[in-house]
């Protein structure tokens, strides 16, 4: 007899077989809707509580710009410049919607809150689909709170919308195991391209298809799903030149992880790969004959341990690349798999644990609301405070980590300065912008004192090291750095020439609530 997931007689797994779903009774059926949409009610006022309050951040303010382009071509390629990693369908997407809401705080968050709603939904219907009513309700539940589900559905940036189109790419794959068809191969594979176009993550989920393709020709001689994998492969073929550019922006410059500089050995490097390399073949091949639900459970492990497993032997391996959001989907499936384990502890560890865990994810909620924190208005408000708007205010070229060292050898990125965006939407004062380049000091202060000697003043605003920054800033008896503030990692220096100097000295910025350097 064959059976198809979730339907295996016997199951070690609790919970009823697809056959006796079909069959609960009507008040138990009302029952579980009730549940659902408890917990998407409560997911939907705490995601969407102050939605707008915080300011945007510099990678959200990429996402206006793009935006609020006026073509669909000139949103790809603003996309493509600012975005490494991540291809134009989010931003397109994002266009329309904002020509219909608005490009306030709220309404820019809210396409990514409809989306980190739908996720809710989808890991639900991918559990339900695989284990029952049961494991999917847990699975949804510990995703609910989770802080990379909130950020994402509070954050103005393509991951609520990447998270979705895996998880419904996900769910169509299964689906195609109980009930094959043309129309679900072909939707698979959409849903695969389109898992593509929403970000460069989803290369690491495609290639965990191809791990259960084999796994299937492995079981049984043949795969239903690998027609659905070459679809999106194919159709994703026209971007594929593209998204190598994307690659290798990503590579060389985007904002990187807490797993730091790469400074392991040869030995500790072969060491990783030889680890990385033996757990994917595990995945890939163990359990052979495993029943149903159990194989189930063996794709959902490979879903959710090798997208963040290459990026992490990555990071040893090449340099650093991991970031939690990167592997999102991983971490949706990842909530199933314990629900899973949990449930085979039995279903009264499976509800208590999951109600816990669930209570105390929702207890931090404040915590994750002030880790959005962004000082951008705060930052605008204190230039425009100044008043003068005849002084230039300059941003650092090039890329730079979350240490805020800039890349010597990679001083391309972000050509205007990567803190121009989000700078620009609330700063709207007339002053020039000047762009000093990240990696020559020499010639960023140089460019510095031309424009302090000009105008008597000039603003930077910085992304390095205090240190590094102030190696940018004009020196000597006939400039003064009359300002400093610290904003959450974001450095502002205002400099002006010293009393006596031609030209005279730079307006005063006490009275507008402007101190002296080391202010905050």
Not at 133 to 156: C, K, Q, S, T
Not at 428 to 449: F, H, I, W, Y
């Amino acid at each position: 007899m064959n059976l198809s997931e979730g339907e295996a007689a016997g199951s070690t797994l609790s919970g009823p077989s697809r056959g006796e779903r079909l069959v609960v009774s009507l008040p138990v059926r009302r029952q579980r809707a009730l549940l659902m949409l408890a917990l998407i009610c409560a997911a939907t006022v705490v995601y969407s509580y102050r939605l707008g309050y915080q300011a945007l951040g510099p990678s959200e303010a990429y996402s206006a710009l793009a935006a609020a382009q006026p073509t669909i071509e000139m949103v790809a390629r603003n996309a493509i410049q600012y975005d490494p990693g991540k291809t134009f369908l989010y931003h397109v997407l994002l266009h329309w919607f904002c020509e219909l809401s608005g490009s306030n705080e709220t309404a820019l968050r809210s396409f990514s809150l409809i989306f980190g709603l739908a996720t809710l939904g989808l890991v639900f219907l991918y559990g339900n689909e695989l284990f029952g009513f049961e494991i999917g309700f847990a699975a949804a539940a510990l995703w609910a709170f989770n802080p990379v589900a909130m950020v994402d559905a509070r954050w103005a940036r393509m991951y609520s919308l990447f998270v979705a189109l895996a998880l419904a790419h996900l769910l169509a794959m299964a689906h195609l195991r109980r009930k094959s068809g043309i129309a679900m191969q072909s939707l698979a594979g959409a849903l695969g391209t389109a898992m593509l176009c929403s970000h460069l993550g989803g290369v690491l989920l495609l290639f965990g298809d191809v791990l259960v393709v084999l796994r299937e020709f492995r079981r049984s001689g043949r795969s239903v799903s690998w027609p659905a994998l070459m679809i999106s492969i194919v159709l994703f073929l026209p971007f594929a030149r593209l998204n190598a550019s994307q690659t290798e922006g990503f590579l060389v410059g985007h904002w990187l992880d807490w797993i730091g500089t790469n400074h392991d050995t040869a030995i500790s490097k072969l060491l990783i790969a030889v680890i990385a390399s033996l757990v994917v073949l595990w995945l890939a091949v163990a359990d052979r004959w495993a029943e149903d639900r159990r194989e189930s459970l063996q794709r959902c492990l490979i879903y959710a341990v090798v997208p963040p497993l290459a990026l992490v032997a990555g990071s040893i391996l090449i340099r650093p690349l991991f970031n939690i959001r990167y592997v999102a989907p991983s971490l949706a499936v990842a909530m199933l798999v314990a629900a899973v384990g949990f449930d085979l502890l039995g279903a009264r560890v499976r509800n208590e644990a999951t109600f816990a865990l669930s209570v105390l994810l929702l207890m931090l909620v404040p915590l994750t609301y002030r880790a959005l924190y962004q000082p951008w208005r705060q930052i605008a408000a204190t230039v425009a405070a100044a008043g003068d708007q005849r002084q230039t205010i300059f941003f650092e070229s090039g890329f730079f980590t979350h240490e805020r060292v800039s890349i010597q050898d990679q001083s391309n990125g972000f050509p205007n300065g990567f803190f121009r965006a989000p700078f620009d939407y609330y700063f709207k004062q007339s002053n020039n912008r000047g762009v000093l380049p990240g990696s020559d000091p020499v010639e960023a202060r140089r460019l510095m004192e031309l424009a302090v000697s000009k105008d008597g003043g000039a603003w930077l605003l910085s992304g390095k090291t205090a240190p590094d920054a102030r190696s940018e800033l004009p020196v000597g008896p006939r400039f003064e750095t009359d300002y400093q503030g610290n904003f959450s990692r974001v450095l502002l220096f205002h400099v002006r020439l010293t009393m006596g100097q031609k030209g005279s000295a730079a307006p005063n910025l006490a009275p507008f609530g402007i101190t002296k350097a080391g202010g905050d």
